[in-house]
C-alpha cells in the first residue's frame, strides 16, 4: 500500500488522546466502609467489569475513528506504479495516406482515434505525435481535441525517428505506436530497449488500382500520346473505367483489364497544346481511394538557349533542333558578348586562343549558373587556355598537345549523362579514336567517358553554381570520328537538357524537387507557388538567367501549382503521392515480435489502452477508510445509547 499525502499519517500521534482518557476512566475505585452491603459484593463486581467492557470497546471505537480519518487524509492506494510516477504515455498516431483505408470498423484513422479517446484514462498526462505535429505533456482533455483534428497527410515519419522522439522524453510509462507498418520491416524496432505496445491497423480490402507514372509521345506535330502506366495489386480486374481530363474537361475515356500484379500502359491521343492540366481518373472501389487519380501538366514549349563559339558547329546544329533548343552559332570574331548572359549552355568548340574579353564574360556567366562545353582546338595555346581555366574553374591545367592516337575504350554508365541511354554495358562497342590529345590536370574532375590509357576524354567539373564539361581532344572530322559515334548525341543533348531543368511532367510530394524556372528577378524580386487553397514561397535561388526552386515538405497535397512572378503566372506543376504510399506491403508483426519481452503487438487499438489502463489503474482507498471512521462514530454512538452498565 502506498500514500498520496504519507505526511498526514503524523496525526496517527492523536491516538494518545483516547488512550489518555481511556487510563483516566480506569482509576481504582475508592472503598467507603457501609455497613450490612454484603449482600451488594457480587452485583458490584458485575458492575465493574460491564463497566470495563464497555470502555474498551469506546477505546477501540475512538482510536478507529482517529486512525480512519488520518489515513484517509493520507489517501492510501495500490498501484504498480510508485507514488512519486506520474503516468505519461506516449502515442504516436500514424496519419499517413494509407491509413485512410477502410478497416472492419470504417476509416481506420478515424476508429484508431474514437478508440482512443473513448477508452482512455483522465490520470495521467500524454504525449501525441502524428505525421504533421507533436503535443508535449498534454493532459487528456487536451488529448481529445487534439485527436479529433487529426487527418491524414502525404508526410511520413521513419521509425527511427518515431523512436528518436520516444527516446528523447526519458519519462513515459507506456509507449504506444499505432500505424499499419506499411513498408516497414520488423528490423527497424530491433535493439530498443523501450517497451513498446505495437498496434498494427490492417486494411479490410488487399486488392489495389493505382495509376503508377504518366509518360509522353510525340505522334505527329499536333498531336501527342498520354501513356498511363496502371499497376493492379490484387486480384485480376476486368472492364475497369480511366478516364483523361484537361482541368475539368473530359477528353477521353477508355476501358481496360488486367492481370493479377500487372502493369499495363494505357495510351491517349490528344491533341498538342498548352498549358495542360492533365488528369487521369480511375473508376474502381478499392483499398487505397487516393492513388486512383493522378495529375501532370504540359507548359508552353521552353526552349533551352544554347551558344557555340567556334568555327565548326554544324554537328552541334543537328543536335541542338530548334523544337527544344534556341541555338545560336558565332565565329570567335563574329561573337556578341550581350547575348551571353541570357544563354544556359556555351560551348566553345575548338578555339585556338582564347581572349581576355571572352575570358572575363564567360567567368561571370558560369558564376551566374550557366554551363559550359570546352573542346580544344588542333592549335590550342595552352598559356591561354590555363589562363582560361585558372579564372573560370579556379584549379587544373593542360599540358601542350600530343600527336597520339588512341581509342575511347570507357563510358562511366553510371553518370547521369547516361542515365536511360543503354539497356545493358556494351561490350562489342565500335570504339572512336582520337589523334591528338592534350593532358589534363583536375583535382576535382569525374570521368564521363575515358581513353584506352586511362585518362579522361570527357571530364565533368562541378563548380558552385554550375558544370564545366571538357573534352581532352579536337573532335572535328580530321582529329577523331567521334561526331559519327552514337555517343555524340546522348553527351551534347544530356548535357543541354541539364542545363535548364525544365519543368517535368508531375512531381512527388514529400520528396525533394528541382524546378528550374526561365526567368530574370530583380533584386526585391521572389517566385511563390500557390494553388486555390495554399501559397508557400519555396526555396529558390536567382540566376542571371534563371531561378532554381526547391521543394519538398511543402506542399503537403496532390494537384495542380502555378509558380507565380507577384501576379504573373509562369508555368504550372502537378504534384502526386509517393509510389510507396499504394503498396500493400505489411510485416506479421505478430510473428516477428512474438517472443520479444519489450514489445506487444495488437490489432486492437481498444483492447490495448484498456490493457495499459488495467495496468496502471491505481485502486483509491481512502473511501474504505472514509467509511470505518463513520461506521466506528455509529458503533459509539450505539454504546453510549444501548449498553447500559
Known amino acids: 500500500m502506498q500514500f498520496k499525502h504519507p505526511e498526514f499519517l503524523y496525526f496517527l500521534s492523536l491516538l494518545i488522546i483516547p488512550i489518555l482518557v481511556h487510563l483516566f476512566q480506569l482509576r481504582k475505585f475508592k472503598k467507603v466502609p457501609f455497613t450490612n452491603v454484603a449482600f451488594l459484593e457480587k452485583l458490584v463486581i458485575n458492575n465493574r467489569k460491564s463497566s470495563q467492557i464497555k470502555k474498551w470497546l469506546l477505546l477501540c471505537c ?67 505525435l502524428t505525421n504533421t505535429n507533436f503535443f508535449r505533456n498534454i493532459s487528456f482533455e487536451e488529448l481529445k481535441n487534439n485527436l479529433k483534428k487529426v487527418k491524414n497527410t502525404s508526410k511520413q515519419l521513419s521509425t527511427k525517428d518515431v523512436l528518436l522522439k520516444i527516446a528523447s522524453l526519458k519519462n513515459t510509462t507506456e509507449n504506444v505506436i499505432v500505424s499499419d507498418f506499411q513498408n516497414i520491416t520488423p528490423d527497424a524496432f530491433e535493439g530498443t530497449a523501450t517497451n513498446l505496445s505495437l498496434v498494427q491497423l490492417i486494411p479490410e480490402k488487399r486488392n489495389n488500382l493505382s495509376v503508377d507514372s504518366v509518360y509522353i509521345n510525340q505522334n505527329e506535330a ?16 476486368e472492364n475497369i473505367a480511366v478516364a483523361l481530363y484537361n482541368e475539368n474537361k473530359l477528353l477521353s475515356k477508355q476501358t481496360f483489364s488486367i492481370q493479377e500484379n500487372e502493369e499495363k500502359t494505357i495510351p491517349f491521343s490528344i491533341e498538342k497544346s498548352s498549358p495542360f492540366k492533365g488528369l487521369l481518373e480511375i473508376n474502381f472501389n ?111 591545367s593542360i599540358n601542350p598537345k600530343k600527336n ?116 530574370q528577378l530583380s533584386k526585391d524580386d521572389i517566385l511563390s507557388i500557390n494553388n486555390n487553397e495554399n501559397s508557400f514561397i519555396p526555396l529558390q535561388q536567382t540566376y542571371q538567367n534563371k531561378v532554381q526552386l526547391t521543394t519538398n515538405e511543402l506542399p503537403e497535397n496532390r494537384g495542380f501549382y502555378t509558380v507565380y512572378k507577384k501576379d504573373t503566372p509562369l508555368q504550372t506543376i502537378a504534384y502526386n503521392t509517393k509510389k510507396s504510399e499504394s503498396k500493400l506491403q505489411f510485416p506479421n508483426l505478430q510473428n516477428a515480435f512474438s517472443s520479444d519481452q519489450n514489445i506487444t503487438v495488437s490489432n486492437s487499438v481498444k483492447e490495448t489502452v484498456k490493457k495499459i489502463t488495467q495496468k496502471n489503474k491505481v485502486h483509491w482507498l481512502w473511501k474504505w477508510f472514509l467509511g470505518l471512521a463513520i461506521v466506528s462514530l455509529l458503533l459509539e454512538i450505539l454504546i453510549l445509547k444501548y449498553f447500559k452498565v
Not at 222 to 237: E, F, M, R, T
Not at 299 to 326: H, M, P, T, W
Not at 338 to 345: F, P
Not at 479 to 490: A, C, D, G, K
Open 62 to 128: 475512538r482510536l478507529l475513528l482517529i486512525g480512519g480519518i488520518v489515513i484517509a487524509f493520507a489517501q492510501p492506494f495500490f498501484s504498480n506504479q510508485s507514488k512519486e510516477t506520474i503516468q505519461h504515455t506516449f502515442i504516436y498516431l500514424d496519419n499517413s495516406l494509407s491509413t485512410s483505408a477502410n478497416g472492419s470498423s470504417g476509416n481506420m484513422l478515424k476508429t484508431a482515434s474514437q478508440e482512443l479517446i473513448e477508452h482512455g484514462t483522465e490520470t495521467g498526462d500524454y504525449s501525441l
Open 222 to 237: 499536333n498531336s501527342l500520346v498520354v501513356n498511363a502506366i496502371i499497376k493492379n495489386q490484387g486480384n485480376p480486374k
Open 286 to 396: 478499392d483499398t487505397y481511394p487516393f492513388d486512383n487519380t493522378f495529375y501532370f501538366s504540359l507548359n508552353a514549349d521552353e526552349r533551352i538557349n544554347v551558344l557555340a563559339i567556334g568555327d565548326s558547329n554544324e554537328f552541334l546544329s543537328r543536335i541542338y533542333q530548334k523544337d527544344e533548343f534556341n541555338f545560336n552559332s558565332y565565329s570567335l570574331q563574329n561573337t556578341n558578348y550581350n547575348l551571353i548572359d541570357q544563354q544556359q549552355l556555351i560551348i566553345l568548340n575548338e578555339i585556338d586562343k582564347i581572349p581576355q574579353s571572352l575570358v572575363t564574360s564567360i567567368s561571370n556567366f558560369t558564376a551566374n549558373g550557366g554551363h559550359l562545353i570546352i573542346i580544344p582546338s588542333e592549335n590550342s595555346d595552352s598559356n591561354s587556355y590555363n589562363v582560361f581555366l585558372k579564372n573560370v574553374v579556379k584549379t587544373g
Open 404 to 519: 597520339d592516337s588512341l581509342k575511347i575504350t570507357t563510358i562511366n554508365y553510371n553518370h547521369p549523362l547516361f542515365k536511360n541511354v543503354f539497356d545493358k554495358k556494351v561490350n562489342n562497342f565500335q570504339y572512336p579514336y582520337i589523334t591528338t590529345f592534350y593532358a589534363t590536370h583536375f583535382s576535382n574532375a569525374s570521368k564521363v567517358i575515358g581513353l584506352e590509357n586511362n585518362q579522361n576524354f570527357v571530364s565533368q567539373l562541378n563548380l558552385s553554381t554550375s558544370k564545366v564539361y571538357w573534352f581532352s581532344s579536337p573532335i572535328n572530322k580530321t582529329q577523331s570520328n567521334f561526331t559519327n559515334s552514337p555517343l555524340i548525341v546522348p553527351v551534347f543533348y544530356n548535357i543541354g537538357q541539364e542545363s535548364l531543368q525544365l519543368s517535368k511532367l508531375y512531381y512527388r510530394l514529400q520528396q525533394t524537387n528541382t524546378i528550374e524556372v526561365n526567368a
